[in-house]
Each structure stands twice: as C-alpha cells, then as structure tokens.
C-alpha cells in the first residue's frame, strides 16, 4: 500500500510544507516531468512474490471453507428441526387418533347401555369407563412421549446451534489472522521498498531511468538493488 505514493515522493521530492511537488525540472535541458504513471509494482525476488501470493490464496481457500462449513451446518439444522417438527407431528396424530378411538368405545358403550337392562347395563358401564380410562391413559402417554421428544429435539437443536456459532467464530478468528499476516508481509516489502528508494535520491532513481537497460542493472547492482528493476512507463 502507498507504493505510488512513495515512488512519487521520491521522484519529484517535497516542498517547504513538506508536500510531494507537481513537477521535476531539469535545468540542463529544461526537461519538466509533471507525472509518474505507475502500472504495476510487485516483488521481483520470486521467493516474497510466491509467499505473497500464497498467503493470499490460502485466506480465499480458507474464507471459502468457512462458508462452506457455514451452510453445511445451516442444512444439518434445518434437516434436524424438519425431523423434529415431523416426529412431533406424528406423535399429536396418533394422541388425536387414540382420542377419536376412545370417543367410539364411550359411544358404543352409551349404545349397549340403551339397549340392555340391570346387569347388562351395569357391566356395559363398566366396560365403558374401562375403556375410557385405559383410552385417557393412552392419550396421556401420547402426550407425555411428545413433550418428552420435544424437549430433546429442542436440546438437541440448541446443542448443534452453539457448536456451529463456536466453530464459524473460530475460522473467522483463523481467516483474520491469516490476511492480517498477509497484510504485514505487503507492508513490510512497501516498506523495505521505501527505505530503499528514499535512501538512494531523486537525483540517482532519475539518472537510472534514463540510462540503459544494461546500465540500469550495472547501477542498481551496484547499488545493492538486485531484486528491483525501473521502467519510464
């Protein structure tokens, strides 16, 4: 970051105010350079490029499983609480049908009464409240299975909630340290750059730019400058 910055600064210089000036004269010829383009700037060294260059792509790798861990989580949530909601469903339907099947046996029970006399009736009777508590107790039962699974789907879920926010919390945690490393090596290599320029001189990166191929690599050798190279475009 700031490479253009620092390139310019050390072509025109800066002024009283401590600003980088707009031009460079040269009073020889009266040559007035007003601007610098700067296509591109990366490490020549191939050794700093390759670590760069892989520091970014393993943060794009490392973002990428993220999200992908991050959905697939979100699929085995929503596959769970679609298992729950259909287990509870299931339980509610058979607690409903145990409910319509008491009601008949109380119906057939108030039929037969009507229809018998003493003890007829009598033991219809009771084999109507026989059926209607053992019917009641099933209902109950029903209900009691389906607050039970209720309860641990619900656990479950929550369960599976506080893994998956933990484990994104920590691959956010690694992919930040990781382009923060990335980031420090940019700066480090802008700022090794830097020294490097401000320590040789507007005057000396000028005279570079106008010699030759074979004698730009002469002087930047000998100015201890291998991994570098000056281009006046």
């Known amino acids: 970051r700031g490479s253009a910055n620092i390139i310019r600064t050390a072509v025109f210089g800066k002024d009283d105010d401590d600003e980088v000036r707009d031009f460079l004269r040269f009073d020889?010829?009266?040559?007035?350079?007003?601007?610098?383009?700067?296509?591109?700037?990366?490490?020549?060294?191939?050794k700093t490029r390759d670590a760069l260059q892989k520091s970014v792509q393993l943060a794009i790798e490392i973002t990428t499983k993220s999200q992908e861990a991050a959905a697939r989580h979100e699929a085995e949530r929503r596959e769970q609480e679609a298992r729950a909601k259909l287990e509870?469903?299931?339980?509610?339907?058979?607690?409903?049908?145990?409910?319509?099947?008491?009601?008949?046996l109380k119906l057939q029970a108030q039929s037969a009464a009507?229809?018998?006399?003493?003890?007829?009736?009598?033991?219809?009777?009771?084999?109507?409240?026989?059926?209607?508590?053992?019917?009641?107790?099933?209902?109950?039962?029903?209900?009691?299975?389906?607050?039970?699974?209720?309860?641990?789907?619900?656990?479950?879920?929550?369960?599976l909630r506080n893994s998956q926010s933990a484990e994104i919390k920590h691959q956010i945690?690694?992919?930040?340290?990781?382009?923060?490393?990335?980031?420090?090596?940019?700066?480090i290599e802008a700022e090794k750059f830097k020294d490097t320029v401000d320590s040789i001189g507007a005057d000396t990166i000028c005279s570079i730019?106008?010699?030759?191929?074979?004698?730009?690599?002469?002087?930047?050798?000998?100015?201890?400058?291998?991994?570098?190279?000056l281009t006046d475009g």
């Open 209 to 229: 730019a106008q010699a030759g191929p074979e004698m730009q690599a002469k002087m930047l050798k000998g100015l201890g400058l291998q991994g570098y190279m």
């Open 114 to 159: 009507v229809e018998t006399t003493g003890h007829a009736t009598a033991e219809a009777k009771a084999r109507a409240q026989a059926a209607q508590i053992e019917g009641e107790a099933n209902v109950k039962q029903a209900e009691l299975r389906a607050e039970a699974e209720r309860i641990k789907n619900e656990a479950g879920i929550t369960i």
């Open 173 to 187: 945690e690694l992919n930040k340290l990781e382009i923060e490393r990335a980031t420090a090596l940019a700066e």
């Open 28 to 46: 020889s010829n009266n040559l007035v350079i007003t601007n610098v383009d700067i296509q591109s700037v990366e490490p020549v060294d191939s």
């Open 88 to 104: 509870r469903q299931k339980i509610a339907d058979e607690a409903e049908a145990e409910k319509a099947r008491t009601e008949l």
